[in-house]
């Protein structure tokens, strides 16, 4: 019996895929919900498993190739198995992966054959040294060595050359879509960004004060400062829903309600995972959020959901060391805060110069819905409430 593996159903949001690699190839066999392939979009890589158990019998997409929404991308004979190579073909099988450097991919022999590349010549650098398609497309064959002639008598000479190397590769998917989106931004929007710092006296007290006691009563949950400003910036949109606001044709759309993203970086690039109604959560589930996205981050397994939406942005810098800088907007977002690097510096405070803990608030917005005289007291509004954590707690 065969059963078709088909790409998921992408979301409106998702127009298309790239898929990035194969983890089974033609006749090896395959578990239930044993992964497939790993399909890459502009938001999350999306895996691909096993419907049942049996032998992988086709594939129908390369890696690199363009994937659809529920494209065929396989298909699996049912409780199959793995037929037992011959030793003529183990033979070969042994002498192309030694000669090569590693096996090779059915799309990437067929395109070394016809642009007559002998693929002992190209270094794989897929799964266990596995020739791909970009490999084939990336290569380049060495310079034929000029003929000349030999003089009579040459005296030695010793070279030394360095090394400028070089390596091209393709821009993933993810990467592509996040200069897109950014270029986008610069070229659409009026942006502007406006500064403020903050006192991180009264905030760092507090957390050390109670988070011992924090981390026992939530069971383990680490008391950061990410709850805070979360919170803070909930306070703050309420009081200025221009803030919380986008724009839409020649609409503005006022939202009733505080989705929060939290930029996290990725080996892949940053993505922006969303706290749905912010406004209704404690310190302890904004906390606890924020780990989870993070964990699933780091292991690529947010969700295109979770990555959808979002009606305002926090990024924190400060956390590589960061001082100061101008966080660009995330569309259809209005504005975005940018926190940074904690660093004791010398203060005025009552008259006297002291040394205080301080750190730079940076909020950039789009200047054709929200002015100067609003983005400013939102952020004189995230000032007070941050160097004061009771007005937090206490919504005043």
Do not use: C
Request: overall charge negative; hydrophobic content about 45%.
């Amino acid at each position: 019996m065969a059963t078709e593996i088909k790409a998921p159903t992408f979301p409106e949001s998702v127009q298309e895929g790239s898929l990035a690699t194969w983890h089974k190839q033609v006749g090896e066999t395959v578990k239930r919900d044993e992964l497939l392939v790993d399909i890459e979009t502009d938001k999350v890589v999306l895996e691909v498993v096993a419907p049942a158990a049996g032998v992988l019998a086709e594939i129908f997409k390369a890696e690199g190739d363009t994937v659809l929404s529920n494209e065929l991308l396989a298909r699996i004979e049912e409780g199959a198995e793995a037929a037992a190579p011959s030793a003529a073909v183990a033979a070969e099988s042994v002498a192309e992966a030694t000669a090569s450097g590693g096996l090779i991919n059915p799309a990437a022999r067929k395109l070394a054959e016809e642009r007559e590349i002998e693929v002992s010549q190209i270094v794989g650098t897929g799964k266990g040294g596995r020739i791909t398609k970009e490999d084939v497309v990336n290569y380049k064959a060495p310079a034929a060595a000029p003929v000349v002639a030999a003089p009579a008598a040459i005296a030695e000479q010793v070279l030394e050359v360095g090394d400028r190397v070089e390596r091209r590769v393709p821009m993933t998917r993810m990467r592509s879509r996040i200069a897109e989106r950014l270029l986008e931004v610069t070229q659409t929007t009026a942006s502007l960004t406006t500064f403020n710092e903050v006192d991180m006296t009264a905030l760092m007290n507090l957390r050390k004060q109670y988070k011992e006691e924090f981390t026992k009563i939530h069971n383990g949950t680490r008391l950061g400062f990410m709850g805070f400003f979360v919170k803070a910036a909930v306070e703050a949109l309420k009081r200025f829903p221009s803030v919380n606001a986008s724009i839409d044709g020649s609409d503005i759309v006022y939202h009733g309600y505080q989705d929060v993203g939290v930029a996290v970086s990725t080996e892949r690039g940053l993505v922006v995972p969303v706290l749905r109604n912010a406004e209704n959560m404690s310190i302890a589930n904004i906390e606890n959020g924020i780990y989870d996205y993070a964990m699933k981050a780091r292991d690529g397994k947010l969700t295109i959901d979770e990555m959808t939406g979002g009606t305002f942005t926090i990024t924190n810098g400060g956390v590589y060391g960061s001082l100061i800088s101008t966080p660009i907007i995330n569309p259809p977002q209005s504005a975005i805060l940018g926190m940074h690097k904690i660093q004791e510096r010398p203060v005025a405070v009552n008259g006297q110069v002291v040394i205080r803990p301080m750190m730079y608030l940076a909020m950039s917005y789009d200047h054709r819905l929200i002015d100067g005289k609003g983005a400013v007291q939102f952020l004189v509004t995230m000032k007070e409430l941050l160097e004061d954590p009771a007005k937090i707690l206490l919504e005043i």
